[in-house]
């Protein structure tokens, strides 16, 4: 009696994880190669750093699609998604406040809501869990909607998007009419930084608090 061996899998190649992971990568030297223009105090080099902001903004959305069309998505490629989604986030907050942009406090806050929150995030991903998909940390209704919903992802996103580039604009702005030249797109940044900030805690809260329940869970036994 002969067995039948099992269909063989194909493999999944570590070149073939190149390609999201260099748009990855790609899109967080765009930000540092940004954020180095807009200090730069001339109307060409911020109006750069808008434009390439604008690039790094849409390989955010390729790495994910570039990912799915090739079947790779992972949680591995989720966790290198929103590491770089934080180095990304913190470099331009603390850029605008070096530049004076906005107040320093909105840098502080942004970047140590990032760092606790995704420290609980890593704990839950030892357990199972992941930020967002079917394996979502959230433990309740209200907690998926704020922080792992398309709905609330996307609404953050846009109130980031809308204060990174107007910020950038507003370097621009000034560097070639000055002050006063500025100042209904400085109105218009402020609304969108303070949008921004209430959106982060507000999705940064529910983490935050659920972190208790992943405190208590025993460690997965080592294999």
Same mark, same amino acid.
């Given at each position: 009696m002969t067995t039948m061996s099992p269909a063989? #899998?194909?493999a999944v190649t570590t070149r073939s994880y190149r390609v999201p992971n260099a748009i990855i990568l790609g899109r967080v030297?765009?930000?540092?190669?940004?954020?180095?223009?807009?200090?730069?105090?001339? #109307?060409?080099?911020?109006?750069?750093?808008?434009?390439? /902001?604008?690039?790094?903004?849409?390989?955010?959305?390729?790495?994910?699609?570039?990912?799915?069309r090739m079947g790779l998505g992972s949680k591995l490629g989720a966790v290198l998604d929103i /590491?770089?989604?934080?180095?990304?986030?913190?470099?331009?907050?603390? /850029?605008?406040?070096?530049?004076?942009?906005?107040?320093?406090?909105?840098a502080l806050v942004i970047v140590t809501r990032s760092v606790l929150v995704d420290a609980v995030r890593g704990l839950a991903l030892v357990h199972g869990r992941t930020a967002f998909g079917d394996s979502t940390m959230a433990r309740s209704g209200l907690s998926h909607?704020? /922080?792992?919903?398309?709905?609330?992802r996307n609404l953050y996103g846009v109130a980031k998007v809308s204060a990174f580039m107007l910020l950038g604009i507003v370097v621009?702005?000034?560097?070639?009419?000055?002050?006063?030249?500025?100042?209904?797109?400085e109105t218009a940044a402020t609304v969108a930084v303070s949008a921004t900030v209430a959106l982060c805690i507000a999705r940064g809260l529910p983490v935050l608090l659920e972190a208790r329940a992943y405190l208590a869970l025993p460690e997965p036994a080592e294999v």
């Open positions: 063989p #899998v194909p030297v765009l930000a540092f190669v940004a954020c180095a223009l807009l200090v730069q105090g001339s #109307v060409r080099a911020a109006l750069a750093a808008v434009v390439l /902001t604008g690039i790094a903004i849409a390989m955010d959305a390729l790495d994910g699609f570039a990912a799915r /590491t770089a989604d934080r180095v990304v986030e913190q470099v331009y907050w603390i /850029t605008f406040a070096v530049a004076d942009l906005v107040p320093l406090w909105v909607f704020l /922080t792992a919903s398309r709905a609330m621009a702005v000034r560097a070639g009419l000055g002050a006063p030249g500025a100042r209904a797109l």
